[in-house]
């Protein structure tokens, strides 16, 4: 067997290789990366829970950090985010606004999922609001998840529907002291919401997948380059 080499389809190569290669690596550390942020967050959820009240105005404890509130839900403020599927089931989340019974502060929760009305998709059901103090439990979320806006958003106004709601425009429009987190509730209150919150992707896989894609290409050019060298040398 006999190899021609050429100089153009080896420096072509080469620098194919290396692009593919560095590419890669690159994918690699991001996956390496979004690996470590995962396990952070699964290592906040076993710390020691914080308390809402003890929280300062402006401060924004860490994201996944088990927290604990006591006070009375502000139901006049009641807002529903659209679109929110589970398990293949479309639906929404109710988000709506505690008043911490020792701070000044009130706090969003993201209180649980319901289905939505086949038959009337902007039908509501009735959600009690509990007359008393209720004792939350759940994690710290730095937002509610934001949905791609399709058209001008919706007016943010007691019992609106809409795609997206930032603590920032709840707290203009509502004219509440907020705290800027938001507690995503876990505990059962006996309101028939359903709290399987999903987790957030962190794109590990998908960073796999491409650098799979880069090394791939590296190799398919050298294959090629080997496979046209030994042809070429034989004719």
């Known amino acids: 067997m006999h190899f021609r080499l050429r100089w153009v389809p080896l420096m072509a190569t080469v620098v194919v290789g290396v692009i593919g290669i560095s590419l890669g690596n690159w994918q690699m ?3 390496e990366e979004k690996r470590l942020l995962q ?5 906040r959820a076993g710390f020691d829970p914080l308390r809402a009240s003890a ?3 402006g401060e924004l404890p860490d994201a996944f950090r088990r927290v604990t509130a006591e006070g009375q839900f502000v139901g006049t403020w009641a ?3 659209d679109n929110r599927p589970l398990r293949g089931q479309s639906g929404f989340y109710l988000l709506m606004p505690l008043k911490l019974v020792d701070s000044p502060q009130s706090v969003l929760v993201l209180r649980g999922w319901f289905p939505r009305d086949a038959r009337d998709p902007t039908r509501l059901p009735e959600i009690p609001i509990p007359s008393s103090p209720v004792s939350i439990e759940g994690r710290v979320r730095h937002a509610a998840g934001k949905l791609m806006q399709l058209g001008e958003p919706g007016a943010l106004r007691p019992g609106a529907i809409v795609q997206n709601a930032e603590v920032a425009d709840f707290n203009r429009a509502s004219e509440l002291p907020l705290h ?3 507690i995503e509730q876990t505990n059962d209150t006996g309101d028939g919401l359903v709290r399987d919150w999903p987790l957030p992707s962190t794109g590990i896989e998908t960073h796999y997948g491409y650098a799979f894609q880069w090394y791939a290409l590296s190799a398919a050019a050298l294959i090629f380059f ?3 060298g030994f042809r070429r040398a034989s004719k």
Request: aromatic letters at 10%.
């Open 29 to 31: 550390r991001r996956a």
């Open 39 to 43: 396990q952070e967050m699964m290592d």
């Open 55 to 57: 929280v300062k105005p």
């Open 79 to 81: 807002v529903y985010l």
């Open 180 to 182: 800027t987190f938001i």
């Open 226 to 228: 080997l496979v046209t």
